[in-house]
């Protein structure tokens, strides 16, 4: 197959939501369907237990399974589909973050119930910074739930984004009888079945007699009501627009009973974007050149303290990557060839000779690699959009045993490295500050750091309520720092941050500085 071709069959997304929408029931169904596993259940047993925020052990050993599934690698039809997993526990929101900046699309689960979360709001903040087409499913139809418009409603305003319903179901809960598939005018009888999928109707147009003969006359009658409506109200779906992420188009269904998935995932593969060009700093670099070029958006530590070894998950933009091949580390500036790259296939990992734009390989990595570095067969390329988010929480860190100072450092250095939190030292008193997305993220670092690395750390208080990143003439700058430099940090990279203690704090600095532009995240 030509480079073209592979390029234009692959799907590279991840699915995101708020924790119990049922991600992980709906990427089962997708693996079902891809015949990349054969029962229902398999993914499932590889979760991270969400429940547990104090039992963080559990979740670490979790973690050393999760890394095969961090990548779900299978064909459906003619397509390659790469699905990135994000993980399910809401402190490792940070990670889930770096996972949507290699994705193409994303899919979006939403409990009919429930409605928009607040993890679902963030993490569609972040597909709408980059533009990301998205496609919302809404989840668990046969129970009782939301009015389907006003989930509509709301998925716009929340979502602020504009939505066009592409199947639509007919009652809900108790009375859930399927959905009609507006883009390809069936209806999908449901029957609930955990395995199998359901039976189709298919129909002329929404008039069709057969419509009533399936649901009942005054379902039917309803069915029509609101088809009305929603073509009344809602412009016809156009593919453009939601490449453009204008637009997203909603289905309906219960991803636990297989139903209103392979709908889903027929108009995903026909409508969803292949590889896009990626931005570096330098150029837009399109998947179809020649030369290999790709990026480190994830890496895995290993669990095993004896040997510190973890995986690169490297997205590929450009060209093929081939197994022994030479590379050019751009950051280090040193060549390294790579003789055990691992595909991602479904729940196994394998080595590969040759990996294409949207695929992720994995390279072993013994310390070589940070987020954000960039693979190239030569050029100095650098790319873009990896920023780092504010975090939410923040502590001092001490060291509690003075004689493994360098050990703490070393170790805290390759944690950071590894995307586990952001430390910024404190202008002011020198401290170094660790932030994180979650409580759970601090107990990780403590554990690992006396584990991997025989250093003792302890946490010590500090009240802060973000970190912006901060840009601004000279002059400003200096000003800025003079009078709030028992608050200013450097970021890793030696960047300006401001710690701001309070919103409040926060919007007097914006008020008072208007020069100063103030960032939540670090790539502007
Ligand atoms: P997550 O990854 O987004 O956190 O959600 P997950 O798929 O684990 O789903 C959360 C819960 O919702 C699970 O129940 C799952 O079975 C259920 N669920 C998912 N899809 C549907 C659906 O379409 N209808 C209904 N009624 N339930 C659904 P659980 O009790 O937490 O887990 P389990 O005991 O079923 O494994």
């Not at 390809?184 to 129909?203: A, G």
């Amino acid at each position: 197959m030509s480079l073209t071709t592979e390029i234009t069959r692959r799907r590279t997304f991840a699915i995101i939501s708020h924790p119990d929408a049922g991600k992980t029931t709906l990427t089962e169904k997708l693996l079902l369907f891809g015949g990349a596993i054969h029962v229902a259940g398999a993914v499932k047993s590889n979760k991270i237990k969400k429940t547990a925020t104090s039992d963080w052990m559990e979740i670490e050993k979790q973690r050393g399974i999760s890394v095969a599934t961090s990548v779900m690698g299978f064909n459906y039809g003619d397509y390659k589909i790469n699905i990135l997993d994000t993980p399910g526990h809401q402190d490792f929101a940070e990670d889930t973050y770096r996972t949507l900046t290699a994705v193409d699309s994303v899919i979006i689960v939403v409990d009919v119930a429930k409605g928009v979360e607040a993890q679902t709001r963030k993490l569609m903040e972040v597909c709408r910074m980059r533009n990301t087409p998205v496609i919302i499913f809404v989840n668990k139809l046969d129970r009782e739930g939301r009015d389907p418009f006003d989930i509509l409603d709301e998925l716009e305003q929340e979502l602020m984004i504009d939505v066009r319903p592409l199947s639509w179901p007919i009652n809900i809960g108790a009375h859930f009888k399927g959905v009609y598939n507006i883009y390809e005018h069936n209806i999908s009888l449901f029957k609930p079945d955990k395995q199998h999928v359901t039976d189709r109707v298919d129909i002329s147009d929404i008039n069709d007699p057969a419509i009533d003969k399936a649901i009942g006359a005054a379902d039917a009658e309803k069915l029509r009501a609101d088809i009305e409506l929603i073509d009344g109200v809602y412009p016809d779906f156009n593919t453009l627009d939601y490449l453009d992420a204008k637009v997203a188009p909603v289905f309906f269904g219960s991803a636990l009973n297989t139903f209103g998935v392979k709908e889903l995932l027929d108009c995903f593969v026909r409508i969803a974007p292949s590889p896009r060009p990626v931005n570096a700093i330098e150029r837009t670099v399109e998947p179809g050149e020649d030369k290999f070029t790709g990026f480190v958006f994830k890496i895995h530590a290993n669990m095993d303290p004896n040997h510190r070894s973890c995986i690169a998950f490297v997205k590929v933009c450009s060209g093929v990557f081939q197994r022994n091949g030479n590379y050019k580390h751009v950051r280090s500036g040193k060549s390294y060839r790579f003789s055990a790259p691992t595909a991602f296939m479904a729940q196994k990992k394998e080595i590969i000779d040759e990996v294409y734009p949207g695929d992720i390989v994995g390279l072993p990595d013994n310390g070589i690699f940070k987020i954000g570095d960039t693979l190239t067969e030569g050029e100095e390329l650098h790319f873009k959009g990896l920023p780092s988010f504010s975090p939410e929480m923040f502590k001092y860190i001490e060291n509690s045993d003075p004689m493994k100072t360098k050990q703490l450092n070393k170790g805290l250095e390759q944690l950071m490295d590894e995307g586990v939190a952001q430390m910024f030292i404190n202008q002011f008193n020198n401290r170094k500050i660790i932030g994180t997305v979650g409580q759970l993220q601090f107990e990780v670092i403590q554990y690992r750091l006396l584990h991997e690395y025989g250093a003792q750390c302890r946490w010590e208080p500090i009240h802060l309520y973000k970190a912006c990143w901060i840009e601004s003439d000279e002059e400003a700058l200096d000003a800025f720092k003079k009078r709030k430099h028992q608050f200013m940090a450097l970021d890793r990279e030696g960047r300006d941050v401001f710690l701001a203690d309070s919103n409040y704090v926060l919007q007097m600095a914006q008020q008072d500085f208007p020069k100063i532009t103030f960032h939540f995240t670090s790539e502007f």
